[in-house]
C-alpha cells in the first residue's frame, strides 16, 4: 500500500512569509496528525483530525497556525507569519482510527528553513 | 503532562553486537502505551516495537526486544546482532491509554553502527 505523501520535501522562506505543508495519508485511515520536530528534539503534536474533525489542537499556535481536512482526506498545515523558531522537520502521520492501539504511519516530513 | 526522557544522546556499537537504550518516562495513569520509533536520515519514521502497560511480557519483534519495568518506569531497547541499518535516530515514546491520544516523545538518542 502507499505510504503517507508529504509535499514540498524542502522550503526556504524568510520570516514574515507564508508557507502551506499538504499530506495525503494512506488510504482509508480516518486519523490524522501534524507534528513539528525542531532539530535535537523528538516530534510534537500540532494537530489531529479524525475525518475533517479537530480532536486535538492544544498545541497549535493559533495565531499563526492554520491546518484544515476539508474532505475528510488529504490536509493542508499554513504558516502565516513564518518565524525564525518555526524552522522544523514537519511530520504528518496517519492511523486507522484514534484510538491508542492503532499504529501510526509517518511521512517523509517538510524541513522548513525560515532565514 | 507526561515526560519521556532519554540519556543517551549518542551510542555506537559494533557490527553483530548487542546495544541497549535507555529510557525512562513519568505517569500516574496505568493504561498505556510505550512505543520505540526509528528515524533513518532524511528517511520517514517508523515503528520498532510497542509495548501496552497492561501486559508484563516483555514485546519482541526479531533482533529487537524490550526490558519494560513498569514500577520503575523504565523502557529500555535491546538490539541484538546489530546490522548497518539499524543506524538511526531512536525514538521512545508514550501514549495514554485514556486520556486523549497525545505522543509524547524522548529526545532520540542517535545510533551508531560501526563495521
Known amino acids: 500500500e502507499a505510504g503517507v505523501a508529504q509535499s514540498p520535501r524542502y522550503k526556504i522562506i524568510e520570516k514574515r512569509q507564508s508557507v502551506a505543508f499538504w499530506c495525503n495519508p494512506i488510504?482509508?485511515?480516518?486519523?490524522l496528525y501534524w507534528y513539528q520536530q525542531i532539530l535535537g528534539q523528538g516530534p510534537k503534536l500540532l494537530i489531529q483530525?479524525?475525518?475533517?474533525?479537530?480532536?486535538?489542537d492544544s498545541q497549535l499556535p493559533k495565531d499563526r497556525f492554520s491546518a484544515e481536512r476539508l474532505k475528510g482526506v488529504d490536509s493542508t498545515l499554513k504558516i502565516q507569519p513564518a518565524k525564525l523558531e518555526d524552522s522544523a522537520v514537519y511530520l504528518c502521520?496517519?492511523?486507522?482510527?484514534?484510538?491508542?492501539?492503532?499504529?501510526?504511519?509517518f511521512g517523509p516530513g517538510t524541513r522548513l528553513t525560515v532565514t | 503532562a507526561q515526560t519521556v526522557t532519554q540519556s543517551q544522546p549518542e551510542m555506537s556499537v559494533q557490527e553483530a553486537e548487542t546495544v541497549t537504550l535507555s529510557c525512562t518516562y513519568d505517569?500516574?495513569?496505568?493504561?498505556?502505551?510505550l512505543f520505540w520509533y526509528k528515524q533513518p536520515p532524511s528517511r520517514q519514521m517508523i515503528l520498532v516495537i510497542r509495548?501496552?502497560?497492561?501486559?508484563?511480557q516483555n514485546a519482541t519483534e526479531n533482533r529487537f526486544s524490550v526490558n519494560f519495568q513498569k514500577a520503575a518506569k523504565s523502557f529500555s531497547l535491546k538490539i541484538s546482532d546489530s546490522q548497518l541499518g539499524d543506524a538511526a535516530m531512536y525514538f521512545c515514546?508514550?501514549?495514554?491509554?485514556?486520556?486523549?491520544?497525545?505522543?509524547?516523545f524522548g529526545t532520540g538518542t542517535s545510533l551508531t553502527v560501526i563495521p
Open positions: 502521520a496517519s492511523s486507522l482510527g484514534q484510538g491508542s492501539h492503532y499504529e501510526q504511519y
Open positions: 488510504s482509508g485511515h480516518a486519523t
Open positions: 483530525f479524525q475525518n475533517n474533525g479537530v480532536v486535538d
Open positions: 509495548q501496552e502497560a497492561y501486559k508484563q
Open positions: 515514546a508514550y501514549r495514554s491509554g485514556t486520556t486523549g491520544n497525545q505522543f509524547y
Open positions: 505517569t500516574s495513569e496505568s493504561d498505556y502505551y
